[in-house]
């Protein structure tokens, strides 16, 4: 039986524009989208595709009901091409990064947390220090492990356990919790005691997906462990048991703003961290308390793939991020 020949890849056709159409294509599934990131037209991105699929001898994607799907043969090119590109774009990056000047795309993954708290501030400083450049912001429940390795994101912000010795992080500010009522809540005027807290409905801000499946408020993303729970659950129930006490949880949602404003209008009370609660304790008339119970704070830090941290675009992001940090 004669031995089948893989077809030859027409490198000829290839060019490094159709590789960056090809990531597009993979991360935002919509020709669309991928022509509005890239500054594309549509047409130009279907004429990018067909010369890709050409030379490719794949189809390459496929139309579904979430987008254009990548084939199998995308798919295993898809991470291979991403460090590809990484490492062209390390190794052509100038040796100095002069933030007035740069229009680097900045990407940022990041909890609601940290996008309600630090980043409306490092976007403010983003734009005074580098005006021309722009900033991505991504969620974390995406997987932060794999978006760091693969270059999709420069940092990541949030509340890290453990993580594999390939990333390397630093902290950037403390957080506490905070008990949240409206203020024309009778309890409002009381102190907040255990047995109080027990009597009022509670609000819950959980997520679904990672939240279901954290062990002791962490999920393990590729060795990172990644804080996912919102609030002290744990503690809660605990001081709560000692007593012969249940808590009554009347509303769940994953919302941090949904929460506070439906605290505001509600006889209901919620666990906040307690930048967020006091943000808006004027917008809505809240009252904030200190948990009747043991609940310590928790750490907020910036993490990246540790091969990339030493470039300056990245090494001077890092220190927007702690100067920023310092004073929230």
């Not at 030493?310 to 940090?325: F, G, S």
């Amino acid at each position: 039986m004669p031995r089948q020949s893989t077809p030859s890849l027409h490198f000829d056709s290839l060019d490094l524009n159709l590789l960056r159409v090809f990531e597009a294509l993979v991360e935002e599934r919509s020709a669309t989208r991928a022509g509005a990131r890239l500054g594309l037209t549509q047409s130009a991105i279907s004429h990018a595709l067909n010369r890709l699929r050409y030379v490719l001898k794949d189809e390459l994607f496929v139309r579904g009901p979430d987008g254009m799907q990548p084939t199998e043969r995308a798919a295993e090119i898809a991470p291979r091409l991403r460090q590809g590109l990484l490492q062209l774009q390390l190794a052509l990056a100038p040796s100095e990064f002069v933030p007035e000047r740069t229009d680097r795309r900045f990407t940022i993954t990041c909890t609601e947390y940290a996008g309600a708290v630090l980043m409306p501030a490092v976007i403010a400083q983003l734009r005074k220090q580098a005006p021309y450049a722009s900033v991505n912001v991504l969620p974390s429940n995406l997987g932060v492990a794999e978006t760091l390795r693969g270059g999709r994101a420069d940092l990541a912000i949030g509340s890290f356990r453990r993580f594999p010795e390939w990333f390397a992080s630093e902290p950037l500010m403390r957080e506490t919790r905070a008990w949240v009522l409206s203020a024309d809540h009778p309890a409002a005027r009381e102190e907040l005691t255990l047995e109080r807290l027990a009597a009022l409905p509670h609000l819950v801000i959980a997520a679904t997906g990672d939240d279901e499946h954290a062990i002791e408020g962490y999920v393990v993303d590729h060795g990172l462990e990644r804080l996912v729970t919102r609030s002290d659950a744990g503690l809660l129930q605990g001081a709560l048991a000692a007593r012969g006490l249940r808590r009554n949880v009347a509303v769940t949602t994953p919302h941090f703003l949904a929460a506070l404003a439906a605290v505001s209008q509600s006889d209901i009370a919620a666990l906040l961290p307690r930048r967020v609660a006091a943000a808006f304790v004027g917008r809505y008339r809240l009252v904030l308390f200190e948990p009747p119970y043991p609940s310590p704070p928790f750490e907020i830090m910036s993490l990246w793939y540790r091969e990339h941290g030493d470039q300056p675009a990245i090494a001077w992001l890092r220190k927007l991020l702690r100067e920023v940090a310092a004073e929230l």
